[in-house]
């Protein structure tokens, strides 16, 4: 790859001060945390920006059962390069067993996914913000901007 990622002091406070703005994104904008994270990976390697297709058909039917959902995504790619993976961070009305449901749908045949009710004492959103400019896909972006 032509991108050339420095893990310097700023590189590592921009990705914390990153974190913490998304960790408080929520209670900022709605007054209350964050109600889940949720990781999905690929049973195959998807590279540039073909990820898109698979996640909005996902964030368009839970947009479909709850229009006030909101949140963020990040990409990541593995360690190799090879294959990009998603954390999110969603603000949403439905339950967990009604996300599960949704998201097993859509993301059953794509690959796995991890959805846990989220906890601010995990450190979730600094977390996914850890690779956060390692190249030109390591991107964020506001999961309604996929619909």
């Not at 893990?7 to 929520?26: A, F, M, P, Q, T």
Request: aromatic letters at 16%; hydrophobic letters at 35%.
């Amino acid at each position: 790859m032509g991108y050339k990622y420095l893990d310097n002091e700023n590189n590592k406070l921009s990705r914390k001060v990153l974190g913490d703005w998304i960790k408080n994104y929520s209670i900022n904008n709605y007054g209350s945390e964050w109600n889940y994270c949720l990781g999905l990976s690929y049973r195959y390697n998807v590279k540039n920006l073909k990820w898109r297709n698979n996640v909005k058909g996902l964030i368009k039917n839970l947009y479909i059962k709850d229009n006030n959902l909101n949140g963020f995504i990040f990409n990541e790619y593995d360690l190799n390069f090879q294959n990009i993976h998603h954390h999110l961070i969603i603000k949403s009305d439905l339950i967990k067993d009604e996300i599960t449901k949704i998201v097993n749908k859509n993301w059953n045949k794509k690959g796995l996914f991890d959805l846990m009710i989220y906890d601010k004492d995990l450190f979730y959103c600094n977390y996914i913000t850890k690779h956060y400019n390692k190249d030109e896909e390591n991107e964020f972006n506001l999961i309604l901007d996929l619909i």
